[in-house]
């Protein structure tokens, strides 16, 4: 992750990330809500489905972005075939629970980072809340012990996209790593 990318509050948990995807040898990656603006946004979005996209092609591995947003599927789908990535990335348009649902593969890592999330209406922070525990929810069976789960945009007023999810999967034996402006957790059968 060269520090020429402002990845800032998401830099600790990315490398940490970055670092158990190859200690687990991940092979495939689940991202909700795709990035918009390639590496231009590392600040803003974070730019997640080029960090772990980037990581997926030098590892064998595989990355599944999914958006519902047309516009941000058609600005990402651009922006991965400028970074040549799309024999390892698969950016698709749809509801994060449909895909997450229908998806039959096993999932060694799951970023959780769709449906925006608003510092000031509450309305909008419970929905985008419960959506992130309904993902998870959907994803779930399709999870092992050595998944890795990370859940952006934590650190806000409200709790953030993870205050709904976080509390369910620890009940379910997750542990949190990483507890910052994004949640970094794995099963603690994995530990």
């Known amino acids: 992750m060269p520090f020429k990318y402002n990845f800032r509050r998401r830099r600790v948990t990315f490398d940490k990330t970055l670092s158990l995807l190859s200690e687990r040898n991940i092979k495939t990656i689940i991202e909700t809500g795709t990035s918009r603006k390639g590496l231009t946004n590392t600040k803003g979005d974070g730019a997640g489905t080029f960090v772990f996209g980037k ?10 972005s999914v958006d519902i947003n047309g516009d941000a599927v058609k600005e990402c ?30 999932v060694d890592f799951l970023y959780l980072d769709s449906y925006d999330y ?12 419960e959506h992130h525990l309904k993902e998870f929810m959907a994803i779930e069976q399709q999870l092992h012990k050595d998944t890795i789960v990370l859940i952006d945009d934590c650190g806000l007023p409200g709790g953030g996209k993870g205050k709904t999810v976080v509390p369910y999967m620890e009940q379910k034996g997750w542990e949190v790593l990483i507890d910052a402006y994004q949640i970094l957790l794995v099963h603690k059968d994995s530990l």
């Open 55 to 64: 990581w997926a092609k030098e590892n064998d591995a595989k990355l599944f």
């Open 77 to 106: 789908k651009v922006e991965v075939t400028h970074q040549e990535l799309q024999d390892t990335v698969t950016v698709v348009l749809d509801d994060s629970l449909n895909f997450l649902d229908a998806f039959e593969d096993t």
């Open 118 to 129: 608003c510092k000031v209406d509450t309305v909008i922070q419970e929905k985008s809340q």
